[in-house]
């Protein structure tokens, strides 16, 4: 096993304590089994540009607290922010709860008082699964988007939805980054973000911080692939 991988064991010791910490600050993370496995799921559902403007035109949110937290990573690894009064809503099946972000900047270049109207407020709907890769020996992000009225987003549509800064990567490796894999669980399509990279990308930031806590391994992950996919995580699921 690799530096920059994890056992199953410890994975599953991971999901427990994020979502032990997610019921805490009601975040909707919440653990599912099957196939003699576990996982955790989330969806929330954010207003959103329309996909049908050019690609780095759309905006995903973040936690840019998060990333204070987190070891220095090379330039290739930050993520844009988002336009100020986007509404972003998190939900189970029995309860919703709104969340507003503030303090988030837009870049001249895409000034948002310059996109024209009816191209805001069409909310998408984002479902996280986090598996565990047997084969990678590292954790696996799972998601679908889907519109109000149920209707899945394609892969390239979701492609055109991923930030500015992700787009030269998608450009020259889309297929080894972002794809459509069938749910190992529950045997539908789904996006992945391809794990083959994890490890590396794991071993690479542990090397950039001499006091790295392996018990932040799966936030550490999730804050920073997370914006690719318009995945936001909490500062509080850091442990010192």
Same mark, same amino acid.
């Given at each position: 096993m690799t530096t920059g991988s @994890?056992?199953?064991?410890?994975? *599953?010791?991971?999901?427990?304590?994020?979502?032990?910490? !997610?019921?805490? &600050?009601?975040?909707?993370?919440?653990l599912e089994s099957g196939l003699d496995t576990l996982y955790m799921c989330k969806k929330c559902t954010i207003t959103q540009i329309d996909v049908s403007l050019p690609k780095g035109s759309q905006y995903i949110f973040k936690t840019p607290a998060v990333n204070k937290m987190l070891p220095t990573f090379p330039q290739s690894l930050s993520v844009p922010q988002l336009p100020t009064g986007v509404q972003i809503t998190t939900f189970t099946q029995d309860s919703e709860d709104d969340i507003s972000l503030s303090e988030m900047e837009l870049e001249?270049?895409?000034? @948002?008082?310059? #996109?024209? %109207?009816?191209? #805001?407020?069409?909310?998408? =709907?984002? $479902?996280?699964? &986090?598996?565990? !890769?047997?084969?990678?020996?590292?954790?696996?992000?799972y998601f679908i988007v889907f519109r109000a009225d149920g209707k899945l987003l394609s892969l390239e549509e979701v492609w055109k939805l991923c930030p500015s800064s992700y787009q030269k990567l998608l450009t020259e490796n889309k297929w080894a980054t972002l =794809? /459509?894999? $069938?749910?190992? @669980?529950?045997? *539908?399509?789904?996006?992945?973000?391809?794990?083959?990279?994890? %490890?590396?990308? #794991?071993? /690479? &930031? #542990?090397s950039h911080s001499k006091h790295y806590n392996k018990k932040n391994y799966l936030v550490t992950w999730l804050s920073t692939v997370g914006p690719l996919v318009g995945l936001q995580i909490s500062p509080s699921y850091m442990i010192s």
């Open positions: @994890i056992s199953f064991d410890e994975f *599953r010791s991971l999901v427990e304590k994020f979502v032990d910490t !997610s019921n805490k &600050i009601d975040d909707k993370w919440h001249d270049e895409d000034d @948002i008082s310059c #996109m024209p %109207a009816g191209e #805001m407020n069409n909310p998408l =709907t984002y $479902e996280y699964h &986090i598996l565990y !890769s047997e084969s990678y020996c590292v954790p696996v992000l =794809t /459509q894999m $069938e749910h190992p @669980i529950l045997g *539908r399509p789904y996006l992945q973000l391809h794990p083959c990279h994890t %490890a590396d990308l #794991m071993t /690479q &930031i #542990m």
